[in-house]
């Protein structure tokens, strides 16, 4: 048998809740050590966790037991600290968004690439059973020539006003929605239909301030967006297109969820939970074929979880994590992985560039009609 991945955590909180009982469960890693600068909550996670630990990122990397980090930072220290780690020779499984903008996650796979390391990223959708088996429904041709997608992705998670300030209420630290719920709606729907093509969006922020977190009472302002409305234009692997429509929030109170409608010229499948309290569990499939009325699918055991958690995030994220030590140990590439992270980043950035009716990328002209039609 293949020796464990020996694994360190870098950032604490998803790190420390998700992760370290993920890496714990998963045959093949091993949690060897933690990483957080603030050495109060470093040794509190440690003394927990019964784990070494570090608050200098370059002692993490100089210690000879990590073979891979997964950082699971803020957003606006993932690009930085996977840099780094790369060029200290470290396989990485990277939280998402990889980075600000998909320039660095270029950056980050081209680096990779030349250092032969194998670098996983937590679009945890596609390790979740009735995603698989919605996938494998589209991919065995059963609702034929899809005509239409819809994504509804409304959460009231920061619906309260009263929710503090933080690096999430901030643009340039990678906080706001497309951040939180696109980078994931954007890779599911390239996993279960094609690449985007052309893009429009209208980004709003519902909540302009927020209190501070020291209780003093001051506001601070909110200049990240909570609300993304999206159009898209997908490629489908016959080499046609299929418009889709997505929408997402996180200040809907009694939103409905994350529901996915896929509508073909011969079924329509619908994929949906209105859990609010975990983005995993709670999950049901309905098809219709031929006209008849939608009918709920049975769970497939071929896709199931050999073992649940309470916190319905932890089995997803076990079964990212045998993927990527997998792939470690066999020396190939990893998916979804930074190929996947570009794709979903540039539409997050595009978004942000073509909010207010503005298509992207620009439409082609007969000279560069292959350079601007590719993400």
């Keep these: 048998m293949t020796a464990p991945l020996r694994v360190a955590i870098a950032g604490l909180g998803f790190g ?23 050495a109060e909550r470093l040794e509190a996670a440690c003394r927990q966790a019964e784990l070494p630990g570090h608050c200098d990122f370059h002692a993490l990397l100089d210690d ?60 945890e959708y596609r390790a979740v059973p009735l995603f698989q088996q919605l996938a494998a429904l589209v991919a065995s041709g059963a609702l034929g020539e899809l005509v239409l997608v819809k994504f509804d992705w409304l959460m009231g998670s920061r619906a309260d006003a009263s929710r503090p300030w933080n690096w999430y209420s901030q643009a340039a630290e990678g906080g706001g929605v497309l951040g939180a719920l696109g980078t994931h709606a954007f890779d599911t729907l390239h996993w279960l239909v094609g690449p985007s093509r052309h ?10 301030h927020r209190p501070l977190a020291d209780g003093s009472g001051r506001l601070a302002s909110v200049d990240a967006e909570d609300i993304a409305l999206v159009q898209l234009k997908l490629e489908t692997p016959q080499g046609g297109s299929v418009p889709a429509q997505l929408n997402l929030s996180s200040v ?65 994220v076990e079964r990212i994590h045998g993927w990527w030590s997998a792939a470690v140990r066999e020396g190939r590439p990893m ?32 000279q560069d009609s292959v350079t601007t039609a590719t993400v």
């Excluded at 890496?23 to 050590?33: D, I, K, Q």
């Excluded at 893009?199 to 302009?208: D, E, F, K």
């Excluded at 699918?297 to 997803?316: C, H, K, L, N, Q």
């Excluded at 930074?338 to 298509?359: H, I, P």
Aim: net charge negative.
């Design 16 to 38: 420390e809740s998700v992760h370290l009982p993920a890496l714990r469960s998963c045959p093949g890693t091993e949690p060897v050590a933690l990483w957080h600068p603030r």
């Design 64 to 123: 000879p037991s990590v073979e891979a980090i997964v950082i699971a930072t803020p957003p606006a220290a993932r690009y930085a600290l996977a840099r780094q780690a790369l060029e200290a020779g470290k396989h990485l499984l990277l939280e998402k968004p990889v980075a600000l903008c998909a320039d660095q996650v270029e950056d980050l796979q081209r680096l990779a690439l030349q250092r032969g390391l194998t670098v996983a990223v937590d679009f």
């Design 199 to 208: 893009l429009q969006a209208q980004l709003s922020t519902a909540i302009h």
């Design 252 to 316: 809907t109170r009694r939103g409905r969820g994350c529901w996915l409608e896929l509508y073909g010229r011969d079924g329509t499948a619908v994929l949906g939970s209105d859990n609010q309290a975990d983005y995993v569990h709670g999950f049901g499939l309905w098809l219709s074929q031929g006209g008849e009325p939608l009918r709920p699918v049975d769970s497939d055991p071929r896709w199931s979880f050999a073992r649940t958690w309470e916190d319905g995030r932890i089995a997803p």
């Design 335 to 366: 998916l979804p992985g930074l190929g996947e992270a570009v794709l979903s980043q540039r539409c997050c950035d595009w978004a942000r560039l073509g909010q207010g009716g503005a298509g992207f990328p620009p439409p082609a002209t007969h």
